[in-house]
């Protein structure tokens, strides 16, 4: 059977939408590292299988490119409630997903947002390798940490440009305080309503942006009071909102775009074919 795909973007953030719904899940582990190679594969930073749900309008699957999953893309998710939502000529719709239930909307300006969750602040949640207080880690820099249904590492620099992110991040990444690894953010506050943000994403290298890691990023500057509620988070490959009251979920809103639909080849279908 001919595998469908949908290549889309948030602001750079390249994911793959494979819609199965009516059907059985055709993605493995093995199937998403080849499909997310970038040279004999499709490529992307994660992979969304929309799949039937009684709970919800469809349920979402996600794969990092290596063949990992996890539990919850900001980007992604927005993109499948973005055809989602044109399909069924309506403005809001609910997503399962391992984080639970997203509900997404479609702003007046055409922006999709998503209801993230709440933030997890105990070191058993990011998870780390012992118990520690998650306000202040035991690091240089002395970074803050939370789980937004993935681990987050966040580090307020004064220069962001001073920052070498391909060094620090993998550093990071596998620290032995991560036990599931983490995504590390560089962020540089503007002011109390911005922040220019780096990612190093975990299994990923360097992004142009993420809706997760821009979640993370904004939940960690709110407790360590250096933000406000509602902020405006420049990556790399554009600019997402993020506002969270400091008690309840963590609203994410920004574009996505379609980049092209395709269809793979049986080749790529089968094992031992290329990404092996």
Known sequence: MPLIFHKMHANGDDFVIVDARNASN????????????????IGFNQLAVVLDCQEADARLMFWNADGSTLDVCGSATRGAAHRLMSEANTRSITLHTNRGLLTCERTATGAISVSMGVPLFGSADVPLATHLDTAVLPLAGGPIACSMGNPHCTYFVDDLAAVDVAAIGPTIETHPLFPLRTNVHFVQVIDRSHIRLRIWERWGGIPLGSGSCSCGAVVNGIRRGLLDPCVEVACDGGTVTVQWDGVGPVFLTGPVALSYSGEVVDDLLQPGSGGE
């Open 26 to 41: 055709p993605i493995t582990s093995t199937l998403a590292r080849r499909l997310g190679d970038r040279v004999s594969g």
